[in-house]
């Protein structure tokens, strides 16, 4: 049974109060996580809207999605973590990634995969309670012990892929809404998990997508800023998908344009140099039938979770939305014998 999950941010307009009563709801009808991401110039902090998530829920899992080692030291990251531990016991996640929008604002580069891969170790023995080495001595987090909480890596392109296969308990896939791309991602997050010697069903796949469900039109609208995130983001590819290589110079367009203070903001101006075209073949647009189709071809691939961006302007409307595109997934996938 493939598993539902939620990712949102916490913007600078909205009152905490509303965000809380929106994941309760979310619970109630079932959903299995919530991510809250970690943009520190674009959002409110992750890690205290996670605090009050945890207070008031009882069984949602929960974690930053994602937050990274740069801007945040894996010290702090394991005690935010622990910290979240001591109030939603069993429930908690570790979503981690090389550094994105929290970190090319400040002039910074994202984390090699060899020191990503180090980071995790580190982030794994601290929340262990285990000790690890600082450049002046051994260090570890006092009063801690384990099991540490499982750790998701936020991957897209291959050798990160294979590290969350080879290293990580479980991968968060970014990248277009496309069974054909997603495939192609499981397959490297296989061939690092051969690689280790480990077992396929050690690493938790989640696929990230976003949706909008409207009229085509409307629908295809709603999710361009997200896709001008994606779009940006896949400038940085090493080999775009055969399928997106027509839409190259819009991508190039869509990352000189972006504004990180406007990060996934639905209302950012930067969104306009993305096409319908472009915005429809990275995220899920359309109407209930239409989008159900979309998230039943992606769980199809082999996700063990889908996870769907709320995105802000009524997410209230959006969760609403979500929940009946996914039981319309469910209900048809049911009926050809699938595993959604």
Same mark, same amino acid.
């Given at each position: ?152 890596? =936020? $991957?897209?392109?291959?050798?990160? %892929?294979?590290? +969350?296969? /080879? @290293? &990580?308990?479980? !991968? ?98 930067? =969104? $306009?140099?993305?096409?319908?075209? %472009?915005?429809? +073949?990275? /995220? @899920? &647009?359309?109407? !209930? ?52």
């Amino acid at each position: 049974m493939t598993e539902l999950g939620i990712s949102l941010g916490w913007s600078h307009r909205e009152p905490a109060d509303r965000i809380i009563s929106l994941i309760q709801e979310a619970e109630a009808a079932g959903v299995d996580v919530c991510w809250v991401i970690d943009s520190q110039l674009a959002m409110r902090d992750a890690f205290v809207m996670l605090g009050l998530i945890a207070r008031e829920t009882t069984s949602i899992r929960l974690g930053p999605g994602v937050t990274n080692l740069i801007t945040r030291h894996p010290t702090v990251v394991a005690n935010s973590l622990v910290t979240l531990r001591s109030l939603a016991p069993g429930r908690v996640l570790a979503g981690v990634g090389a550094g994105d929008s929290a970190v090319y604002p400040l002039g910074l580069k994202p984390q090699s995969v060899v020191r990503l891969g180090e980071g995790i170790g580190n982030l794994r023995a601290l929340l262990a309670g285990e000790t690890i080495e600082s450049p002046n001595d051994e260090v570890r987090l006092s009063g801690v012990e384990g099991p540490a909480e499982p750790i998701f890596l =936020a $991957a897209s392109q291959p050798r990160m %892929l294979q590290l +969350a296969g /080879a @290293v &990580a308990d479980g !991968v968060i896939i970014m990248g277009p809404a496309d069974p054909d791309v997603l495939r192609a991602q499981m397959e490297h997050v296989d061939r690092g998990v051969e690689e280790a010697g480990r077992s396929p069903t050690e690493v938790l796949r989640d696929a990230w997508v976003t949706m909008a469900v409207d009229c085509e039109e409307r629908g295809v609208d709603a999710v361009r800023s997200w896709a001008s995130a994606q779009a940006r983001w896949l400038t940085k590819w090493a080999q775009l998908p055969p399928s997106l290589l027509r839409f190259e110079a819009e991508m190039r367009q869509a990352a000189e344009t972006y504004d990180f203070e406007r990060h996934l903001s639905v209302s950012a101006p930067h =969104a $306009a140099v993305v096409s319908d075209e %472009l915005a429809a +073949a990275l /995220a @899920v &647009a359309g109407d !209930v039938d239409q989008c159900a189709v979309r998230i039943r071809e992606i769980a199809d691939v082999g996700a063990d979770r889908v996870t769907v961006a709320l995105l802000s302007g009524g997410r209230e409307r959006r969760l609403e939305d979500l929940l009946t595109v996914w039981q319309s997934a469910n209900t048809a996938s049911a009926t050809r014998g699938g595993n959604t």
